[in-house]
């Protein structure tokens, strides 16, 4: 049986809702099985990430850091643990640290939505430079859309079209804003 992928199915969504929980499970069973494999350790922590995301007082705060560090111990350049990392420091609120683990992942995957979509969300909120908000959101949307799932390209949308506006630019916003809802009618964001 091939847990990592299973837990990555559950993770991913790929347009219906994510079992973060059972991904947890599945990723447990793939480390059990080969411990040091390092993207089992990366994405566990990036589904508890997700996990806290809305909640007043976190609760895995320990585990992100935890995994992300095993994760960058067994492959320093893997992009999913160091957008782990990147996620551990957005967690706590460290966005100039978070900043540069997503910075990292590009050198290694220059076509990163992930990351690009990290590093719109840092220049929006925890850093607020509306000139690299938009040049982050316009690279994200610059990738291959059809390789990656319509849960990110709406949130890449979503990003250009809150860029775009804090710019200036409301038609070009109007029109980017409802290609995000084409993608995903259930991101709340857009």
Known sequence: VDYFTMAKQSYDGKGIKQDFKK?????D??????ENFAEPYAVKAICYYYQDLFLAAK????????????????DDELPEGLIAKGLFYMHSGEYELAKDYM????????????????????????????????KYALKGIRLDMTSI????????????????IQNGFVEEA?????????YDGNNLFS
């Open 23 to 27: 991904a947890i499970e599945y990723f």
């Open 29 to 34: 069973k793939a480390i059990a099985e080969d």
């Open 59 to 74: 609760k895995y705060s320990a585990e992100i850091k935890s995994l992300a560090d095993k994760a960058l111990s067994l």
């Open 103 to 134: 910075e990292r992942v590009l050198e290694y995957n220059p076509n990163s939505a992930t990351a690009y979509n990290y590093l719109s969300h840092i220049h929006n909120t925890g850093l607020p430079n509306t000139q690299k908000y938009l």
């Open 149 to 164: 799932d319509s849960a990110t390209t709406s949130m890449s949308y979503m990003h250009l079209a809150n860029a775009l």
């Open 174 to 182: 109007v029109h980017y804003i409802q290609k995000s809802i084409g």
